[in-house]
């Protein structure tokens, strides 16, 4: 350490309670770090590349598949790496840095997530106007606010974390520099940056959620006044892999961050934030591929005309 008050780097415990046991974790979390990856990776292409799939809807998606990669490259290459040494550190910098990008990313995805919610209610209570109230102008908008609100809130978040007094050792127990571990190792008083995590709080997951909510209000009601069964299945149809996402998302995070204080339980944010942070990016492509009709089509098409390449050659 290079002073009481600022550490030159941390101690990252991650998953030292397993001893010599934890490196039998590394091909597991390899694995699902992969699928993440490549998972999003593909719905990524499929947006840009098969015009199917230029349409708002498809537009959010391709951003939040995105924002899935960022997380997971954020916090789980450390992760893995850790896992294989004996002694964990990161640098006081490296771990400013990445508290930066993880919560930056993370409250983006919320806000996308809104953003799809907003889509399918346009798209479900107000057809004739679809295409004007989401334009590719609209989007774009919704989109490049949900990138940069987040980005902007997090620099005075991170310049308050920089100026602690960390007197209490620098050991995180955690995998990466998650917010409640950090703020532990603080003597500084920390009430009032606890309580401006809880207004961000908030602002981009409370109020993200609140719009998804009334979204979806209206939407059931709108699809409840079809007339017809297969009218309302193919509505709800449109929705149902966004529903899980919200669900999956959410709820892991409200349990997590949307609470004022430090004095959470340590070790079972560690096993939440591991779920939403590799498990929840491996299984959100497929999620989203076997709930949607659209994209097993341009799957299928996609696959039919490799197959017709490799015939003809």
Known sequence: MANLSHPSEFILLGFSTFGELQVLLYGPFLVLYLLA???????????????????????????????????????????????????????????????????SFGSTSFLILADMALDRFVAICHPLRYGTLMSGAVCTHLAGAAWAAPFLAMVPTVLSRVQLSYCRGNIINHFFCDNAPLLQLACSDTSLLEFWDFI??????????????????????TVLHIP????????????????????????????????????????????????????????????????????????????????DLKNSA
Do not use: W
Request: charged share 10%; net charge positive; hydrophobic share 50%.
């Open 37 to 103: 990856f490549m998972g999003n990776a593909i719905i990524i292409a499929m947006v840009l590349i098969d015009a199917h799939l230029h349409t708002p809807m498809y537009f959010f998606l391709g951003n939040f598949a995105l924002l899935e990669i960022l997380v997971t490259m954020t916090a789980v290459p450390k992760m893995l790496s850790d896992l294989l040494v004996s002694t964990k550190t990161i640098s006081f910098t490296a771990c400013m840095v990445q508290f930066y990008f993880y919560f």
């Open 200 to 221: 961000l709080s908030l602002a981009f997951v409370l109020t993200s959620f609140l719009v998804t909510l009334v979204s979806y209000g209206y939407i059931v009601t």
């Open 228 to 307: 017809s069964a297969s009218g309302r299945q193919k509505a709800f149809s449109t929705c149902s892999s966004h529903l899980i996402l919200v669900f999956i998302g959410y709820s892991s995070t409200i349990f997590v961050y949307v609470r004022p204080g430090k004095a959470h339980s340590v070790e079972l944010n560690k096993m939440v934030v591991l779920v939403t942070s590799i498990l929840t990016p491996a299984l959100n492509p497929f999620i989203l591929t076997f709930r949607n009709e659209t994209v097993k089509t341009v799957i299928r098409g996609q696959m039919q005309r490799l197959k």
